[in-house]
């Protein structure tokens, strides 16, 4: 089995190494193109307005200046002879929860790989900002990670359909299993914007996260993480809102 590797975090964030340690549980033909830099927060975009350069870092790892969408779509294009089997995306330093899906660099590397018709899961730490008391941040994910790929290994996706897999910030010991669950949605004012001035007196703006305060709903990714479970959540490209065609169409009838 051949399996792509790739991240948002850049091709230097530990949870890459985790990731690549995860991925050769399952086979000894693990190739990694991620971007050279984090790019957080990235969504699903693509360089557009300059040219993306491709370096090489050793026969299998490679890393490209470009979005997490770049480097999957080079790395199939460019690196690869022949597809892979499987795409791994991440494992994000923080969680990937609820409508912040939309903004994520490393689920939307999994969209593209989906887009190939490719098997794509994407993997994602959930962090706080205190030290915990185990040394390893990704400690759940190391030890869980491959327990949640097993099973999807031989599972049929339906066609641009990906997963997407959250693991509590808790020793592994204290994971109380796996879920599959929806997408939630935040309660919450998802960003604040802080205006400051450089040295030059010049405005300049940064995007920060305000305090998350919600009530998960049943049966959902945040409920799941809020109970110390793993959240996996399958995915869909398909926007649509199928149950408002019928009306809308009514709508523009005779216009």
């Given amino acids: 089995m051949r399996i792509l590797v790739t991240n948002d975090d850049g091709i230097h964030a530990p949870g890459l190494a985790v990731l690549e340690e995860i991925a050769r549980q399952f086979s000894d033909d693990v190739w990694v193109c ?93 962090m706080k900002q205190e030290r915990p008391a185990w040394d390893d941040r990704f400690a759940a994910a190391r030890h869980w990670g491959p327990r949640a790929i097993q099973p999807l290994l031989d599972a049929p996706f339906e066609l641009r359909t990906l997963v997407s897999i959250n693991f509590p910030c808790r020793a592994p010991e204290d994971v109380q299993g796996m879920r599959v669950v929806r997408q939630g949605f935040h309660d919450y004012d998802r960003s604040s914007v802080i205006e400051a001035r450089d040295p030059r007196g010049q405005r300049y703006y940064w995007f920060g996260l305000d305090a998350i305060e919600h009530t998960p709903d049943h049966g959902t990714d945040l409920e799941a993480i809020a109970d110390n479970c793993i959240s996996i959540t399958p995915l869909q490209l398909d926007l649509t809102h199928h149950a408002s065609l019928a009306g809308l169409a009514q709508r523009f009838e005779g216009h």
């Avoid at 090489?56 to 997490?68: D, Q, Y």
């Avoid at 689920?107 to 794509?120: D, N, Q, T």
Wanted: glycine share 10%; net charge neutral.
């Fill in 34 to 126: 991620a971007p050279s830099d984090n790019q957080t927060g990235a969504g699903h975009s693509l360089t557009l307005s300059m040219p993306v350069r491709l370096r090489k870092h050793s026969a299998r790892r490679w890393s490209v200046t470009g979005t997490p969408t770049d480097a999957i779509s080079i790395g199939l294009k460019q690196v690869l002879d022949s597809p892979p089997d499987l795409i791994l995306s991440g494992v994000n330093a923080g969680a990937n929860l609820g409508d912040d899906l939309t903004y994520s660099g490393t689920v939307s590397a999994a969209m593209e790989g989906a887009l190939a018709g490719i098997k794509s899961i994407a993997m994602s730490q959930v």
